[in-house]
């Protein structure tokens, strides 16, 4: 899932207080796992900005409301109305619901009340880590399912390198080190010989790297004309 | 290994049997060319060659490139390096064809200290290929005289590669095998991080020329003499993969009043030689950091001088 971390409210709060009606509009989807933009969170948040505004003396209606997902058109649908009546809108969604927010509203001022961080895990109640970082090009399988792209802080195919200390990676104590992660996950089930393997130049031209991606299905061509039309 | 595959001092010095000496020298933290002068000249006829460091610990300092031609100039050869964390596969190749037009025939490539503990910690990293990868184009670049791409180069250059290996980094059962992948990728010469425990790293040059690796490439071992106990401790607890032993501690306790600094020598030069008549070891890598004033000393209590003329 998509983890995020809620803006400092100092920070929020000068984003937010020069407009006279401000909407705080959750996503109840991956930031709602990580406790940090779901409906309940957007609940939470206009009360505090409310008290704040009150504290300042500021005048600002806050409401705050929510969907299921801010990612796709059809959640929008029952929230248009209330959108359409706020000046700004303060987006808990990540980065990708906050700009589709922004393409479906456009006369809308959108704000950011997160923080997007990584495509992650909940390794425990309240503890969320990086796992993935969308190459486009996966090779979990020559690496034991662990990614050596987004585990090993310098992202090398062909590692452990140097500096990793004791299991951990040399930028910090707490950062295990990806690649002995997969000598350990190898050596347990016998198969060493995949990582004394030459892996060769990574084509980046799949990731980011390569310029902004997009994806279509041709099989829903259909589909697509029905929304539209 | 018939023909030279650079010419660099280093390869001809290694080819004919002698046992190598290398040095170190960083650049420094600004365009001061004075202060390189200062501390390179020490090194003049001291050592085969000497690595000029790149942006090491992730500090910027003068490109290696850089300082690796103003040491020419000085009449030192060169080990220039480059770290993968600074430049993607277009800069690397570019710098390679750049220093090669200007004389620099030895090459180390490295992964590079991540740029979170460096004085940039915000800069975004590169790491488009990584050392072994690096390894394998220059390789490819000198051999095949092409690009990564394929494409042809328009006069290829000739280096002298080498990689770096550190014996000691967990997971320690791995790096022969890595050390082994170097070499296939196109390693001629490898230089060790810098060796403290002895026993430890006789065991692993055991391995290395159970291997055979000892015949396939130049390994050089990495010698730091000990300066002060502060140092010393501060090896033995905050470097990665660094292997300070007790009794080396203990040894540098027992020194007495100022005379840390030379029995910190007294034991490189031991090591020095023992590293001599250890199989599979072809020469000696001194990194004398900030130290480099003491290098004639060592050389010459090592026994290294005169260094070959080949």
């Known amino acids: 899932m998509i983890v995020g971390k809620q803006k400092p409210l100092e920070e929020i709060w000068d984003m937010v207080k020069g407009y006279r009606k401000l909407l705080v509009f959750g996503c109840n989807t991956c930031v709602a796992v990580c406790h940090e933009g779901g409906n309940r969170e957007s609940e939470i948040l206009g009360s505090l900005l409310r008290m704040k505004a009150k504290q300042e003396g500021v005048d600002i209606v806050i409401k705050d409301g929510g969907i299921e997902r801010q990612c796709e058109h059809e959640y929008f649908e029952k929230a248009a109305g209330e959108i359409e009546e706020s000046d700004a809108v303060l987006s808990l969604a990540c980065g990708a619901g906050v700009q589709f927010l922004g393409e479906k509203f456009p006369g809308k001022t959108v704000m950011p009340g997160l923080n997007t961080t990584f495509i992650g895990v909940v390794d425990a109640p309240g503890e969320f880590s990086e796992r993935c970082t969308m190459c486009g090009d996966c090779i979990l399988h020559l690496t034991g399912g662990i990614c050596p792209i987004t585990r090993c802080s310098k992202s090398i195919l062909n590692g452990p390198c140097g500096g990793s200390n004791k299991g951990c990676c040399e930028i910090s104590p707490d950062t295990p080190c990806g690649w002995h992660l997969i000598h350990e996950r190898l050596k347990a089930q016998g198969r060493l010989s995949l990582i004394q393997a030459y892996i060769p130049a990574k084509n980046w031209i799949t990731s980011r790297d390569g310029g902004p991606r997009k994806q279509v299905r041709e099989d829903m061509k259909m589909e697509r004309e029905t929304a539209a039309g | ?310």
């Not at chain 2, 290994?1 to 290694?14: D, H, I, R, Y």
């Open chain 2, 1 to 310: 290994m018939s023909e030279l595959k650079s010419g660099s001092n280093l390869e001809k010095v290694l080819k004919a049997g002698h046992f190598a000496f290398t040095g170190e020298c960083g650049p420094p933290k600004g365009a001061n060319i004075e202060h390189l002068r200062e501390k390179g000249s020490p090194l003049v006829g001291m050592v085969d060659c000497v690595n000029v460091t790149d942006n090491q610990t992730a500090v910027v300092r003068m490109s290696s490139w850089a300082a690796s031609l103003l040491l020419i100039q000085m009449g030192i050869e060169p080990n220039f390096q480059m770290v993968c964390r600074d430049r993607n596969r277009l800069a690397m190749q570019s710098d390679i064809l750049g220093v090669y037009a200007h004389g620099v025939r030895n090459m180390l490539c490295l992964s590079g200290d991540h740029q979170r503990f460096g004085n940039h910690p915000g800069s975004k990293n590169v790491f488009d290929l990584d050392s072994m990868q690096l390894i394998n184009m220059v390789k490819t670049m000198r051999e095949e005289g092409t690009f990564l791409n394929g494409e042809e180069i328009d006069e290829r250059p000739k280096l002298f590669i080498g990689a770096a290996e550190n014996p000691f980094a967990e997971p320690c059962e791995f790096r022969v095998h890595r050390l082994a992948k170097k070499i296939a990728a196109g390693a001629d010469f490898i230089q060790t991080q810098c060796i403290y425990n002895m026993e430890r790293f006789r065991e692993f040059m055991k391995q290395v020329v159970d291997m055979g690796l000892h015949e396939k490439c130049y390994i050089l071992a990495g010698v730091t003499p000990m300066k002060s106990l502060g140092m010393a401790r501060y090896m033995a607890k905050s470097v990665p993969g660094m292997d300070v032993p007790d009794s080396l501690i203990k040894r540098l306790e027992g020194a007495g009043k100022g005379k840390v600094a030379e029995v910190g020598i007294e034991i490189a030069l031991e090591q020095i030689e023992e590293f001599k008549s250890l199989k599979g070891v072809a020469g000696v890598h001194l990194m004398a950091i900030e130290w480099e004033h003491k290098v004639p000393e060592i050389a010459e209590r090592a026994k290294m001088l005169p260094r070959p003329k080949v």
